[in-house]
Nanobody, 125 residues
């Protein structure tokens, strides 16, 4: 069992930065690829960034490439999402998720067994 707790969301002006953190419990954290998803009302949850269990491979959704960076510290059981040059369209609830069944991140939410509670990110124009 893995428990995930996100933090770091908030209100920021367009062009600003935020860093989200996701702290995980459980000794097997380093074995799981991790994903950061976001969701807005009426829309499906989408993968924003994913990272392999080792941290060697990362995936980014096209709209965040060059602005967001995902990283992980397996010694601290934590995954991060550094978000720079934020835009109003980045406004969403952001969730971290763990996939115990693969070694590389999947873009499909159904493949992730463990989810955090979500953290709100609001970008004002």
């Amino acid at each position: 069992q893995v428990q995930l707790v996100e933090s770091g969301g908030g209100l920021v002006q367009a062009g600003g930065s935020l860093r989200l953190s996701c702290a995980a419990s459980g000794r097997t954290f380093s074995s799981y690829p991790m994903g950061w998803f976001r969701q807005t009302p009426g829309k499906e949850r989408e993968l924003v960034a994913g990272i392999s269990s080792s941290g060697a491979t990362a995936y980014y959704e096209d709209s965040v490439k060059g602005r967001f960076t995902i990283s992980r510290d397996n010694a601290k059981n934590t995954v991060y999402l550094q978000m720079n040059s934020l835009k109003p369209e980045d406004t969403a609830v952001y969730y971290c998720a763990a996939d115990p069944n693969r070694h590389t991140p999947s873009m499909y939410p159904a493949n992730y067994d463990y989810w955090g509670q979500g953290t709100q990110v609001t970008v004002s124009s």
